[in-house]
Each structure stands twice: as C-alpha cells, then as structure tokens.
C-alpha cells in the first residue's frame, strides 16, 4: 500500500470518529474584551419549505454556512468546490466551468448532453434549475448552502430522487451592510466580490450583488506545428444579482431578484493517451501544465444566463399564501478537442505521442433556452396539533441544441450540424401534514402526484460523412405518484431519532445526441426509488458537541443509465432493471476549547447494479475491460457499481484563533477524500479513478473599526498539490481529465455595517 492510500485510509478512520457537516464558523468579536461564547451554531434549514433547525428535520440534511462557501471558493473554484465537503456528495464535470454533475448517495448520472436529466436537483433561490447548463450559476454573496439526502418526492417532486442541493442567497433587509473582497493567486487568477444592502424607504429595501473572476492562461501546447505557450486554462466570468423587497405590511411582501452570468472560458481540457496501459496510474511524463493539441486555439466556451423571479407571500391569520415565478434563459457554446491529441495514426506524417485513431473537433451550441417555473403553496400557521401545506407546481421548457463537428485537418473547417429541439412541460399537485402527536412524537406526510410530457424533433443538416440529411421526432410521457412519511421522536433535551420512507421519480429521458452518425435517438422510462433510512440529530456536553448520524437503504427500479463508448462512440439512454444502494453518514462538531473547533464527516456508499440482462459497449480498445462479455462482446454490467460512486466520502476541519492587539488571529485547515471511483458503467483497468485527497489552508487576521469589519488572509487550495484522474473519454486512446492543481493566493476583505 503506498503513502498516499496509507493517508487516504488513516483520514477516513480519523473521520469516522469526529464526522460533521456544519461549517466551522469563526468567533467574531462583537467587541473589544468581550467574552467568547462557545457553542453550536444553531442552523435553520428550509429543507421543508418552513424555516426549522436542522435538529428538527427528519431528514439528513447538511447545511453549509457563508464562512465554510467563501473558504472554499477563494481559489476561483466553481460549483464543484462543493464535492465531497458534505457526507455523501460528489460533483464532477467534462464540461468545464458549467454543466456541473452532482451525485448524492452514489446516484448521478454521467450523460454530458445538453438534453441529460439529473436525479439531483438544484434549487437556487426557490426556483428549481433543471438544464445541467444552468446549474452552473456561481454561487456569490450566499446565506446558506443545504443539501437533502434521499427521495424528496413530495415538495420538490421530479428529477429529485436522489436528493437536492438547496442554495438560498442573502435577502434584503432595512439594515445597511455592505462586503467588498479582492483576491489574488496562483495562474494571475483574481477575483473580486461587492455586496451592498439595506433600506431605500419604509417599505422597500434592495441588495445588489457583483461576482469578477478571471484567470490567464497557463497551460503550453507543445504539439508540432501548434506551439504555443500559455494556451489554455484561463477564464473570465462576470455575475450579478439584484434583489427588491417590498414590505408594505407585516402581512405582505413581495420579492424581486434579477441575476445573469456572463463567462468565457477553455472548453474542458482533455489530454490523449495520460494513462499508463495496464494501470489507472499517469504516465510517467505527465505533466499538468503541457499538452499535445491540434485544435488548442479553437478549444473555447461562453455562457450567457439570465434570469427573473418573483416571490409573493401573503399572511392572511391562520394560513399564508405563497407564490413563485420564475423565468431563465441560456445561450453557450462550446468547442473541444475531443480526442485530447494531434494528428491521427492513419496519417503517413503522425508521431504520436500514444494513439490517436482520428481527429475529433466537436461542439455544442443552445441558442435557444426558456425556462419557465409557476409554483402557488398555501401553509397553515401554527394551528395546534396540526399543521399543513398544498400546493400546484407548472414546468415549462423549451431548447435548441445544435451539434457540431469540425475537421481538424482542414484547421477547423465546420463540417456537420444536427439540430435537436426539446420542449418539456409538467405540472403537479402536492400535499403535506405534519401531526404532533404527543411533545416527544411528531408525525410528517405528504404526496405528489405529477405528470410529464417530452417532445423532441431532430434534423440532420450536414453529415461528416457525407451521409444525406433526415428528420426525425420522439415522445415520452408519464404520471407518478411520490411522497414520504417519517416520524421524529424527542429522546431527550438533547438527542433526536427519526424514521423516514419516501419514494421519488426522474422523468423520463430523450437522447439525440448520434444524430450526427445515425437516426437513432434513444429513450428511458420513469426510474423510481424507494427509500428507507434512520437516524439521530444530538448536541450535547453543554452545547459544545454535536454528532448526526443516518444509516439508509434504497432501491432503484428502471434506473436511467446512459452508455457511452464503444467502436461507435456514441451516447444511448436505456434503463436496468434495478440497483440498490446502503450506507450510513455520520456528521459532528466539537468546540475542545474556546480558541479550537474540530469539524469531520464520513459517509459510507455502496451501490450496486442488478440487471444480469443489460450489457453495454466495452472500451473499442486501448483499455483493459474487466467485466465478462456476452456472445456479441458487450460488458456485462451486473453486479457494477454506479459510475462516479466512491463508497468513502470525508472531511475534516480544524479553526484555531488568538486574540491578538486589537483583533483575532487564525487558523483553519479543511481536508476531503473521497475513494476510488469507475467512470464507466462496465469496469476496467485503466478507466476507474484512484482515491483523491485534497487539503486546503488559510491563515489570517480579523479587526475592528469604526462600523466595519476587516479581514486579510493568505489561502491555499490542494496544497500537497495531488494529481489524479476526475474523468475519461471513451475514445480508444485512454484519454483522461484529471483535478484542479494546487493554488495559493492573498485575499483582503471589508464588512461595513
């Protein structure tokens, strides 16, 4: 065993014994010489669309703090900062700085179209964001951060039964604030942040908020003939959002928020042949800051998003009426070097390095996105014993999607288009109940019930091959019914247990993405899950300590995969007829003394695929598949664990602070692991991802003046800079993506008040 899975093995023991979720907040001093006052922070979680602590969810549930969110985004890093800081998350991409793919409890799903569905849904601002390319949005000026494991059938509905990664920014109050932050790092990387909030009258208050990101190029191209020194790697990305609130009343307001994200950015960066044949290890030469491309100038990625929503609530006595409207829009494109390489072997000229069996120059393009969301909720107000919510929910979306190809020999001369349209619509109607049976018991129930309907068109306009154009057009339909029920009992002051079962769907799926080779688009039902799972929520020793824990069981019925690979390459949905899944997570904080907090969590995963009938494409060579073959050499899959499931996830984190002069020195360090993972839904050798550990650090001083607040600090992400394999492309030439290199950087930030 080598040192790095000495380590990996040792932190995940370590873990287990101290695990936690919540952030670890640092002791502002509210003033000079005052007393620190240690304990648990008492987080509110809107996991149920009613604002409860986190003790009271009978849910596993994690919430992430605005400290924990800007610890781990000061290195630029996007959305999948995220990744496995919380039990049992993972987030990954082969798109770059967008289309960000998440996993809870091992169930995700690898598809890289823009058509794909997710069994984990993204709230951000109570509106749901269904297109993976919207779930991109950057995460700036930020409250809180929850992420719910398990089915949430009844409230959230479609697309979410794997769980929900819930983020809710900071609102508007009558009270002035403002925050402005300026960082610089590793690659020329900045990054500038301004937050400004507070009353315009009595009864309207507004917040603006300004995220500017940018990083140079720092990666070389060193292919013949393509030379060329800090290519690639950089990026430039501008965001914002404006909110109003209007308060006329205590019974009534009304909030507007306005956002966009405008980003430039290299494509993902793949690299052709990085994997040692016979192994999952690097090649010996692997060198993070060199590639071979032929295409490296093309290689580019832009995102323009907007967005609107209003929410409405009305407080009429016993009930409150709440309303949501939403409206997003998105444009991108995006092109890559898919083969990660140069030249091609059939090529009298081609000298490698490796096998490169083609060129491959593809694209995407959405001109055309609209989303629109409609969600009206009526919930009792503290009525006794009972309380309650219902409501109707209306989806609507519309897409073009444009696939592209090049040829690269011919210095990127476009030579195929298909076009793709998809409009999806559902509704739904949904119920809860919650019942206090007793001060100790608690009951909660609810159903949805939902109907989906997709349609999609296709047309091939120019083939690469010469292949003459055709249309062609898809349906899928549905109607579920979803829920759950749990129970929450008051062990005593400070522990609660809860028992919960819940059951939850994705819709239906299209894909199109082959029309560029052949008319073939391919379709998945309904998957279900139901789930069962158990668990404790406690704070004890005088409210220094805190321990959560869950253990789960779950089952997956006509579970959506997507098969990628083959002689073919090409990406077609199908469904397994089932896969299971168990595991436990544990969370805990633990104040040892007022000056130093320790924080872990370890989460426990295993899935495994249970269809004896479903084979797939193996590798069309270059990898060593490890499953048997069928008698037409498809790799059968049962018995696999889900792709991009590690079954260990953990982190663990220390703040250490010293008054000193006028202020407070500090010291925090945050470590993740998660184990290895397959990237692929049949095994082999060389495509399965070894186990990655990321440490991060920042040391710095807080102060106070007049109204205000300061912070300057020095940070550093992956600072044993670790290099390992995130991703693969089935492509025949062992190609690879690998994680984020280490970074340092200076950080200066103002709080006025």
């Not at 390489?341 to 059939?346: D, K, L, N, S, V």
């Amino acid at each position: 065993m080598n040192v790095f899975k000495k380590t990996s093995l040792a932190l995940c023991v370590n873990a287990a014994i101290f695990a936690s979720v919540a952030s670890v907040s640092g002791s502002a001093i509210a003033q000079e010489n005052a007393d620190k006052v240690v304990g648990i922070e008492v987080i509110e979680v809107t996991a149920r669309k009613r604002t409860e602590n986190v003790k009271d969810v009978p849910i596993s549930v994690s919430a992430l703090t605005p400290k924990k969110l800007e610890v781990l985004g000061s290195s630029g890093m996007d959305v999948r900062s995220l990744s496995a800081k919380v039990p049992s998350l993972l987030i990954e991409s082969s798109f770059g700085r967008t289309f960000p793919r998440f996993y809870i409890r091992g169930l995700g799903n690898t598809d890289f179209d823009l058509l794909a569905s997710q069994p984990v849904s993204l709230i951000y601002d109570d509106v749901v964001l269904e297109n993976a390319l919207t779930k991109g949005m950057p995460m700036f000026d930020i409250e809180r951060v929850e992420v719910l494991r398990g089915p949430q059938g009844t409230l959230f509905g479609r697309n979410t039964p794997a769980g929900i990664v819930k983020v809710q920014s900071k609102k508007p109050t009558q009270d002035f604030d403002a925050t402005v932050s300026g960082s610089y790092g590793s690659f020329g990387s900045t990054d500038f942040r301004l937050a400004v909030g507070g009353g315009l009258t009595d009864t309207l208050s507004a917040r603006f908020s300004l995220l500017q990101q940018d990083r140079d190029d720092w990666i070389d191209n060193k292919a013949p003939g393509f030379e060329q020194n800090d290519q690639l790697g950089g990026y430039g990305e501008t965001a914002a959002r404006l909110q109003l609130l209007w308060e006329p009343n205590d019974d009534f307001s009304a909030l507007f928020n306005y956002h966009f994200r405008d980003a430039e950015a290299d494509a993902r960066v793949f690299r052709a042949n990085i994997i040692k044949p016979g192994t999952n290890d690097l090649v010996d030469d692997f060198d993070r800051e060199t590639v071979f491309h032929d295409a490296a100038s093309r290689n580019n990625q832009t995102v323009d998003m907007k967005g609107a929503s209003l929410k409405i609530e009305y407080d009429f006595g016993s009930h409150t009426l709440t309303s949501i409207t939403g409206h997003e829009s998105a444009e991108m494109f995006s092109v890559g070097d898919i083969d990660g390489g140069y030249g091609a072997a059939f090529l009298p000229d081609y000298m490698g390095p490796g096998f490169i069996p083609f060129p491959s120059e593809t694209g995407a393009k959405m001109p055309d996105h609209k989303q629109s969301t409609q969600e009206i909720r009526i919930a009792s107000n503290d009525l006794g014993d009972f309380d309650y919510q219902f409501g109707f929910f209306l989806f609507d979306e519309d897409l073009t999607i444009n696939n592209l190809s090049f040829d690269t020999l011919a210095n990127g001369a476009p030579n195929g288009l298909a076009i793709q349209n998809m409009e999806t619509t559902a509704w739904a109607v949904f119920a809860s109940l919650d019942y206090q049976v007793s001060e100790e018991l608690s009951i909660n129930g609810g159903l949805r019930y939902s109907d989906d309907e997709r349609k999609w068109d296709g047309e091939l306009v120019q083939s690469p091959f010469g292949a003459p154009g055709f249309t062609e057009s898809n349906d899928v339909e549905d109607s579920q019914v979803s829920g759950d029920l749990s129970a929450s009992y008051k062990l005593n002051d400070e522990t609660n247990i809860y028992a919960r079962i819940a059951r939850g769907y994705r819709a239906p799926s299209i894909q199109g993405r082959s029309l560029l080779f052949s008319a073939n688009s391919t379709t998945a039902d309904s998957e279900t899950v139901d789930s069962v799972e158990t668990g404790f929520k406690s704070v004890f020793l005088e409210n220094t300590a805190r321990v959560d824990g869950s253990v789960y069981y779950y089952e997956v019925k006509d579970q959506q995969l997507t098969a990628v690979g083959g002689t073919g390459n090409v990406a077609s949905l199908l469904n397994a007829d089932k896969s299971v899944g168990y595991g436990f997570e544990l969370d805990s904080e633990y104040f040892l003394t007022a000056d130093f907090v320790i924080a872990a969590s370890v989460s426990y995963n295993h899935t495994e695929l249970k269809d004896s009938s479903v084979a797939v494409p193996g590798c069309g060579g270059g990898c060593t598949v490890t499953d048997p073959l069928n008698a037409d050499g498809l790799a059968i899959i049962d018995g696999n664990s889900l792709p991009q499931s590690p079954e260990w996830i953990s982190n663990i984190s220390a703040r250490w602070t010293k008054e000193v002069a006028d202020g407070e020195l500090y010291f925090y360090t945050d470590w993740s692991y998660r184990s290895e993972v397959n990237f692929f839904l049949y095994e082999s050798t060389e495509f399965k991802g070894d186990a990655l550990l990321e440490g991060g650090v920042r040391v710095g001083y807080e102060w106070f003046g007049d109204d205000a607040e300061y912070e300057v600090a020095l940070f550093g992400r992956n600072i044993t800079d670790e290099e390992q394999l995130t991703g693969a492309i089935d492509f025949n030439n062992l190609t690879g993506y690998v994680n984020e290199p280490r970074f340092w950087g200076v950080e200066f930030k103002a709080n006025f008040f």
